[in-house]
């Protein structure tokens, strides 16, 4: 376990809805990243938040957007969903920002569109 | 987009044989990393080597980088039942500090 929850485990919806997911960071991490992961394929980044502000963003529409709170957990929002949205979502939490600091992840969200 | 591809996409061996698995990436790196995810689950962080090293080793696993050839390969010895994973290697670009996966291996080893 690395002490990344994330929120909900599995979660249905319908296109054209939005959905929010929620991560907890490791105690004492202030950088999280979120990753989206379609079946049979690697993760891609979508954004990273380092102390509540955005620091960096994959090739995502604005459709796809996060909080980073005061505790430093996280959230993804994403609107207007659609079917090629359905993936497994990851978090992951640093302790500080920079190149080689590793990352620990959480389990991940499902998520189902229909 | 995938920074990188890993060959072979799926490796079957028996217990005690070694795995070998290999990952090519595009652009210049900082550092490359290698990750193990069980069954859609999470990713567990098994190893990273720095642009200036060439080998590294944890464990049973060694891990390979080739920086003229844009490649790096990780060997797992005396494989295990519990081995059994996708791997995937990430890199961070010399520009940023945001991973990049490849496409990932799947390793079954059989008991």
């Known amino acids: 376990e690395t002490g990344v929850t994330q929120s909900p485990t599995h979660l249905i919806k319908t296109r054209g809805q939005q959905v929010t997911l929620r991560c907890s960071s490791q105690?004492?991490?202030?950088?999280v990243s979120w990753y989206q992961q379609a079946l049979g394929q690697g993760p891609q980044f979508i954004f990273q938040?380092?102390?509540?502000?955005?620091?960096g963003r994959g090739n995502f529409p604005p459709r796809f957007s996060g909080l980073q709170f005061p505790n430093y957990s996280s959230e993804l929002n994403v609107n207007a969903l659609e079917l090629d949205d359905s993936a497994l979502y990851l978090c992951a939490s640093s302790p500080r920002l920079g190149q080689g600091v590793e990352a620990f992840f959480g389990q991940g969200t499902r998520l189902t569109v229909v | 987009s995938q920074q990188g591809e890993e060959d072979p996409q799926a490796l079957s061996i028996q217990e005690g044989e070694n795995a070998t698995m290999n990952c090519s990436y595009k652009?210049?790196?900082?550092?490359l990393q290698w990750y193990r995810q069980n069954s859609g689950r999470g990713l567990v962080h098994l190893i990273l080597i720095r642009s200036n090293e060439r080998e590294k080793h944890s464990g049973r696993l060694r891990v390979t980088l080739d920086t003229s050839k844009k490649s790096s390969s990780l060997l797992i010895t005396a494989s295990r039942a519990a081995d059994t994973a996708s791997y995937f290697c990430?890199?961070?670009?010399?520009?940023?500090?945001?991973?990049?996966f490849g496409t990932g291996t799947r390793l079954q080893v059989f008991p």
């Open positions: 105690s004492g991490h202030n950088t």
């Open positions: 990430a890199t961070e670009p010399y520009n940023t500090d945001k991973l990049i």
């Open positions: 938040y380092y102390r509540e502000e955005e620091n």
């Open positions: 652009t210049s790196i900082n550092n």
